[in-house]
């Protein structure tokens, strides 16, 4: 089996987006064909105070796994899965909000791009799509944003990474707070 190696979060300059997408990849492939846009006409996109009702109707009428929320300006600042839509965190969020399930706004279940690992452009160059793979397991995030020049163009998604290369990933979330440590600790089946 090949070694793949994990990429340095940093920033960099000189990548764009290629266009189209070939239907199989192997882990061999370049990187850059599995870098969504970000600039402006990339993944599917939605204002932050989308409510959870639109949000699932706008990422299922694209057949899309996830999307790009967006502030006022129509700048990006987070993401949403369908999987965090769905999940027992956004009702318990509701409750917390005194709202109802569906009236709950992406913002308060996107994951902020500020939480999100940041690869440089630079080191695209020559990356294969294995060095994505590893890196997205090792960051222990769903997603990796690609950085040029102190702007954000770019992001890997695990899920486009699983369904381009017909190849699952081992993503093990990383505990952020004491809570998470005893959840993991108390459920090992779990993680």
């Not at 090949?2 to 960099?12: G, I, M, V």
């Not at 899309?64 to 993401?79: K, L, S």
């Not at 706004?105 to 294969?128: D, K, N, S």
Request: hydrophobic content about 40%.
């Amino acid at each position: 089996m090949k070694s793949f190696r994990c990429l340095n979060w940093a920033s960099a300059d000189g990548w764009r987006p290629r266009a189209g997408h070939r239907p199989n990849l192997d882990y061999d492939a370049a990187a850059l064909d599995v870098v969504e846009d970000l600039s402006g006409y990339g993944p599917v996109r939605m204002p932050e105070i989308s409510e959870i009702c639109v949000a699932r109707l706008l990422l299922e009428a694209a057949r899309a796994r996830w999307g790009t929320v967006i502030d006022d300006a129509g700048e990006p600042v987070g993401v949403i899965t369908l999987r965090e839509l769905q999940s027992p965190h956004s009702a318990q969020r509701a409750r917390q909000l005194g709202l109802r399930w569906n009236e709950v706004p992406v913002r308060y279940l996107m994951t902020p791009l500020t939480a999100l690992p940041v690869i440089g452009l630079g080191q695209l160059e020559g990356a294969r799509v294995g060095d994505l793979a590893e890196t997205l397991c090792r960051s222990g995030c769903e997603f990796l944003l690609v950085g040029d020049d102190g702007q954000i163009r770019g992001i890997v998604a695990c899920s486009t990474l699983i369904e381009r290369t017909g190849r699952p990933l081992a993503i093990r979330h990383q505990p952020a707070s004491f809570a998470e440590v005893v959840h993991a600790v108390s459920h090992p089946d779990e993680h």
